[in-house]
């Protein structure tokens, strides 16, 4: 329901979703998704699907080209075949309103106004969760770093990656226990 509501500054549901759904499995900034266009991703059966950011678009002027998950290529696909070329993949004037945006869409959806962390829900959260989730995941943290565009692993780390009770517990549970049954 959430995603066939009114417009927001230029951006249908549909376009909301998508933009949703590649900033959350990139971790791209918000000025880096307004500057994507169509041409900015390769979605050759052949190849790693992926999406280029120009270092003239990127906040550390740095190029990158970043790998796409399948299921992001198959959400993004039909909202990049009906983009002109050239065309922003995400046009309008979202960026400068985009916490109004998420929380919107959050109450559309239904969906709690607060993370797991109880930090609420605003656009550059999804960096924060791109970086939390590759931790989760096992994922080296010079890999995130570089997935980030940050300047050193101890931002990538420190502030963006979090952590709670769940991930603490698993990794005390993950070693081996000193526990011998036979003294019990």
Known sequence: ??????????????????????????????SELRSLIAESFDLQEDQTPSVLVRSSDAKNSNTRIL????????????????????????????????????????EA???PQLDEFDRPWLFHELRHQFATR????GIHPQIAQQLLDHSSVDLTMNVYTHTGLAERALAVNTMPSFARPDLR
């Not at 995603?3 to 949703?20: H, K, M, T, V």
């Not at 399948?70 to 993004?76: P, S």
């Not at 979202?94 to 945006?101: N, T, V």
């Not at 590759?134 to 995941?137: E, N, P, S, V």
């Open 134 to 137: 590759l931790a989760g995941a």
């Open 109 to 111: 959806a239904q969906i």
């Open 1 to 30: 329901a959430a995603w066939n509501g009114e417009p927001f500054r230029g951006l249908s549901g549909r376009l909301r979703y998508a933009l949703y759904v590649v900033a959350a499995n990139t971790g791209l900034r918000r």
């Open 67 to 106: 790998p796409l998950r399948n299921d992001v290529v198959e959400v993004i696909r039909p909202v990049l075949a009906s983009c002109f070329p050239g065309s922003s993949v995400w046009p309008g004037s979202w960026p400068g309103r985009s916490a109004d945006m998420v929380r919107r869409d959050l």
